[in-house]
C-alpha cells in the first residue's frame, strides 16, 4: 500500500506542475489579451476544481479498498491460523501447553489441551525440545511420523505429519535392488568321481530345492555355471530371509546329508551400491568373505551403514585345498621372494607356538632362496610356553640373528621389503601394525575365518580356515621349496609344536594332512620330548586355572560358563587353557571363561565340541576365531557386565535359531 500511496502522489504533484504552468501563461495572456485571459481563466478553474474533486474521489476508492483488503486479510489470517494442516502449540517455561490451534485436538479426547504437560503428545517431546543442538526433530505420534520445529524464543511448535514421506521413503528403501551369488563349496571335489547319471541327479536336486525357495520368496535365481547361481531381489524379501536366518542353508545341508553328499552353500549378498556394476563388485566381494571364513555361510555387505552381517557358519569347514594348490602358492611365494630385497615375518600380538612356529618356517623359505629375512618379535609380550622355545632359539645363534623388535623393523623396512603377515589377517592385532603401511608387498598366511577386518590389497592370500594351524600351511609350502632347504632339529620342533598346540595334541581340527606335515617336520628331527617341555606349565598357573575352573556355572544345560574374580587378572593363556579343561567334562558342549587380563581388558575364551557355533557368539562381542576354538577381548566393560552380555547373546542364539 506505501507503494500505491507514493504513486499517487507523484500524480498528484504533477498535476501541480501543469496548473502553475497554466497560471503563469494566464498572467501573460491577460497582459496582452485581457478578454481572451478572462475567458481562459474562467475554463482554468473549472478544470482545476474538476481535477481536485477527481483526485479526493480517487483517494476515497483507494482508501476503501484498502480498508476491504486489510479486513480480509486479517480475516483470511485468523482462519489460515485455526484451519492449517498442521499443528501448533504455545508451552510456557514450565513447559505447559498454553495455547493450540484446532489441529493439534486429533492428539486427545479431552476438550482442549491447553494447561496440560507437553508429555501427554509424547515422553521424549520434552527432551527433544532440552536438545539446543537440534531445531527440528522426529516424533512417532499415534501410529503417526511427525517432524516438529522448534522456535525457541517464542516457546512454539510446528507439527507437520510426514507419515505418507515415510511412507514413500520407506517403500523406496524396500524396492532397491539387491543382488546374491549363490555357491555350491564343493561341487567339483564331490562330482569330479560321480558318474553322469549321480551328477544329473544331485544337480537336480539341488537347482529344485533353490528353484522353489526363490519362487516362495519372490526371488529371480538364474543358474549362471555349475556352481553359481545369480538372485536378484530387493531390501524387503532380505529382511524376510534375514529374519529366517536365511534357512535355505539348514534345508540344503538336510537334503544332501540324507543322500550321504557333503554339500553345502555359500551365500555373498551385496545392497546399497550407488550404481549396478559397484553392486555387483560388492556382492562378489561378500561371496569372497564367506568362502574365506570357510563356506556354508551368508555374508551380507550394506555399503551404505559399512556394516556386514553373518549367518550360518555352523559347520566345520571342510577339507578343499589340495597338493596342486599347496604346490602354485609356495611357487609364487618363491618368486615374491626372489624380487623384494628382504623378507621381514610377523604374527600377531602375544603370539603363541603357531604364529612362532610359522614364522620360523617362513624365515626358512626366504633364506633357502638367498634373501636376507627377520622374524619380528616382541619379547615383552610373550607367555611361558612361548618363552621357553625363545629361550631354545636364542641358544641357535645362528637363528636368533634373524630376529628382531618392532623398531628395529620399522627402522630397516623399505617399498620393496615383502612383508609375510602368519596366524592373523587383522592388521590391527598384528605385532606391528605400521609395517602393514610401510610396504607395498604383503602375504597373508592364515587358518583362521576370514573377518571383516582385513590387510588392504595383499599381494597374496593362502588363508585356509580347514586347515588345524598356520604351521601346517608353512610346513607344506617348505616341501615345495628349493632342494637346499633344511631344517635343523629346533625349526622343525618349532613348527610341529605349533600343530600340537592347535590341535590339542591331534584331538581338534586335525585332518588327514595334518599328520602329513607332522609326519615330514618328524622325518626333519622334529623333537616331541622337546615340545612336552615347551608345553609343561608352572604349579602356579595350575592352581590359577584350578580356582577358574571353580568358578564355573552350567548355563542351559550343557554351557560351562567361568566367571574369574574381580580385580584378578589371568594370561590370555591361563584363560585359553581353562576354557580347553572344562570342555573335557562330562556333559559340557561348550565352554566359556571370562577373566580381566593384565592390560585392563576382560578377556573371554570359548571353545566347542562343534554342536555350538562359539565363533558366531564370539563375533557377536566384537570377536572371532573357528566353530570350535574362538575369543574376543572387551574394553570398558567389567567382568560381571561381560558375564550378562554373554548371557544374552546366548540367548539369542538358541532362540534366534542359530544353532545347528
Known sequence: MPFEFFKKLKIGR??????????????????YEWILGTVMTVLFTISLYYSVKKEQ?????????????SYRVKKVGEEALLEMPFGIVLYGDDYQIEWTNPYMNQFTTQETLVGEELEILSEQLISQI???SKDNFWLHINESDYQIYNKRDERLLYFFDRTKQTELQQLYIQEKTVLGIIFLDNYDEITQNMDDTAKSQINSQVTSHLNNWSNENGIYLKRISQERFLAVLNQEILEQLEKSKFEILDNVRELITDSNVPLTLSIGIGLGGASLPALGELTQSSLDLALGRGGDQVVVKDEQSGKVRFYGGKTNPMEKRT???????SHALKELVKESDQVLIMGHRAPDMDSVGASIGVLKIALANDV????VLDENDIDTGVQRLVDEIKEDENLWSHFIDPESALDIVTKNTLLVVVDTHKPSITIEEKLVQKTEHVVVIDHHRRGEEFIENPTLVYMEPYASSTAELVT?????????????????????????????????RTGSRT??????LRSRGADTVLVQKFLKEDLEIYVKRSRLIENTNIYRGNLAISVGNSRETYGPVVIAQAADTLLTMTGIEASFVISERKDGRIGISARSLGKVNVQVIM????????????????DDVSVIDAYEWLKEIIDEYYEGGDQQ
Open 14 to 31: 504533477h498535476i501541480i506542475g501543469i496548473y502553475l504552468l497554466s497560471f503563469i501563461l494566464l498572467v501573460f495572456l491577460f497582459y
Open 619 to 634: 563375533e557377536k562381542m566384537n570377536g572371532g576365531g573357528h566353530l570350535t576354538n574362538a575369543a574376543t577381548q572387551l
Open 130 to 132: 532440552k536438545d539446543e
Open 372 to 375: 636376507e629375512g627377520f622374524v
Open 57 to 69: 474521489q480517487i483517494v476515497n476508492q483507494t482508501e476503501a479498498y484498502i480498508s476491504t483488503i
Open 476 to 508: 607344506e609350502l617348505l616341501e615345495y621349496q628349493p632342494n637346499k632347504l633344511s631344517l635343523n632339529m629346533l625349526e622343525s620342533t618349532a613348527l610341529l609344536a605349533g600343530i600340537i598346540v592347535d590341535t590339542k595334541s591331534f584331538t581338534l
Open 323 to 329: 597338493r596342486v594348490r599347496a604346490r602354485v602358492i
Open 515 to 520: 599328520f602329513d606335515a607332522a609326519s615330514y
